[in-house]
């Protein structure tokens, strides 16, 4: 099993329409969590830290599953601007330092 | 201030050369992340620097990688007797772990092609 997994997709949805991914991750003693966007040739930016409580950005809601291990992004009244690969990124204390895994990501397309 | 910058961000080379790749991470961010990403695939981690030290260098595909960093800054990453597969955009990051949350903050990248 992967460390950390995501649908590819793509998820192409209208306009308007609410859309969730979900990332799955192996290792229970992972500590913590985040959502990164990444555009067509360009670089991850980081999206939103995922709070064990949940947390809302905008029409950007993140979620925290321990007992099933998996975080959540839900997307509200998707932008056309909203197309974009979204990764998962999970860290995990091992060696010293925080390992960052991140997910190969999930593709949307916002249509008109 | 000044993100993370990448040099060059675009290098074409033959194969069998050596290639140099150069980041700068932002100012007082101590650790330090290489990624490669081939093209239509996710992150591939090369290797972590915690200031001048590298505790993992799990990541490195062969003995031809090699990454040092000098400074508590600037980091370099040298592949030798560059192959074809090698072609991929390789991505910096950096963070600063002086809390529980580890975010990172991304380069725009080094597109490597090697012909």
């Known amino acids: 099993r992967k460390e950390v997994e995501q649908d590819p997709g793509p998820f192409n949805v209208p306009e308007g329409a609410t859309v969730a991914f979900n990332c799955t991750y192996s290792n229970s003693a992972s500590q913590s969590f985040f959502w990164y966007r990444q555009d067509c040739r360009k670089e991850p930016k980081l999206l939103m830290s995922?709070?064990?409580s949940g947390n809302e950005d905008g029409r950007f809601t993140a979620q925290l599953n321990r007992a099933s291990q998996y975080i959540s992004l839900l997307i509200r009244d998707s932008k056309l601007s909203d197309s974009a690969t979204y990764l998962c990124?999970?860290?995990?204390?091992?060696?010293?330092?925080?390992?960052?895994?991140f997910g190969t990501g999930t593709k949307l397309q916002v249509i008109p | 201030g000044a993100g993370v910058s990448q040099s060059p961000s675009n290098k074409v080379t033959e194969k069998g050369k050596d290639v140099e790749l150069r980041c700068d991470p932002i100012?007082?961010?101590?650790?330090l992340y290489w990624y490669r990403q081939r093209l239509g695939q996710g992150l591939e981690f090369l290797i972590y620097?915690?200031?001048?030290?590298?505790?993992?260098k799990s990541g490195l595909p062969s003995d031809r990688f090699s990454a040092e960093r000098t400074g508590e800054s600037v980091s370099t990453l040298t592949i030798q007797r560059t192959q074809q597969e090698d072609s991929a955009v390789y991505l910096c990051a950096s963070s600063f772990p002086g809390t529980s949350v580890y975010e990172q903050y991304f380069g725009p990248g080094t597109r490597l092609t090697v012909t």
């Open positions: 990124a999970v860290t995990l204390y091992s060696g010293g330092y925080q390992k960052v895994t």
């Open positions: 620097f915690q200031g001048n030290s590298a505790p993992d």
């Open positions: 995922v709070y064990s």
């Open positions: 100012s007082g961010h101590t650790a």
